[in-house]
Every structure is written in C-alpha cells, then in structure tokens.
C-alpha cells in the first residue's frame, strides 16, 4: 500500500502564493507517477500536474502552466505544488495521487488512471 497525506492548503488572496505537500508512507514512490488533482464543488476532479518521481519529469495541465511548479524531495518522500498568482477559480480541494508508471507522465492526466489518493487539503482563493 501507499498512503498519502495532503497538507498546506488554506486561505489566501488572489495574486498569493501556497506550496502544497504531499508525504508519502508505507513505501517508496519506485517507479510511480505522482499527479496532483483539484475539485470544485459541482464540478469533475481535474488534472492539475504530474511528476514521474524516479526520472524527475514532469506534465501539466494548461490552467497550471506558468503559475504552478510540481517538483520532488527524496530525501523526505514527498512532492510539492508551488502555486503562484493564484486566482479565484483556483479555488478547490487539492488531492494528490499515485500511480504506476508504465508510461511516460504526459499520459497521465486523468483521474482514473490513478490507484492511491490522499485525503485532500482545501485551498481558497479570495478575490
């Protein structure tokens, strides 16, 4: 099993900054794909960004490009979401899941694609 544990969600101004955490356990990433997702209420989850946790790369999707920067940390088992110029339709829960990877991470956008998820951590965005 992998267990993951969102955290550093909260409220912050349109123009603001967060950085989302995602901590692994039960076992090392290997060879997984890791993917951040967020969901609005009424809304489908949608693909936020994605980072293959051995070789580094990474694919995002186009509401995150230029303003988000997903990145890995071994030495403590966790990948990060920087999200920068925050905007109100950024508001949603944030989920972080894992997968894994057969596949090159730019095939990896889509939420059924993924077999372990966290709890979700909440990030408002007030105008």
């Known amino acids: 099993q992998v267990q993951l544990v969102e955290s550093g969600g909260g409220l912050v101004q349109a123009g603001g900054s967060l950085r989302l955490s995602c901590a692994a356990s039960g076992r090392t990433f290997s060879t997984y794909a890791v993917g951040w997702f967020r969901q609005a209420p009424g809304k489908e989850r949608e693909f936020v960004a994605v980072?293959?946790?051995?070789?580094?790369?990474?694919y995002y999707a186009d509401s995150a490009k230029g303003r988000f920067t997903i990145s890995r940390d071994y030495a403590v088992n966790t990948v990060y979401l920087q999200m920068n110029a925050l905007k109100p339709e950024d508001t949603a829960v944030y989920y972080c899941?894992?997968?894994?990877?057969?596949?090159?991470?730019?095939?990896?956008?889509?939420?059924?694609?993924?077999?372990?998820w966290g709890q979700g951590s909440q990030v408002t965005v007030s105008s």
């Open positions: 899941a894992a997968k894994f990877a057969y596949r090159t991470v730019d095939r990896y956008y889509s939420s059924g694609d993924y077999d372990y």
């Open positions: 980072i293959s946790w051995s070789g580094g790369g990474t």
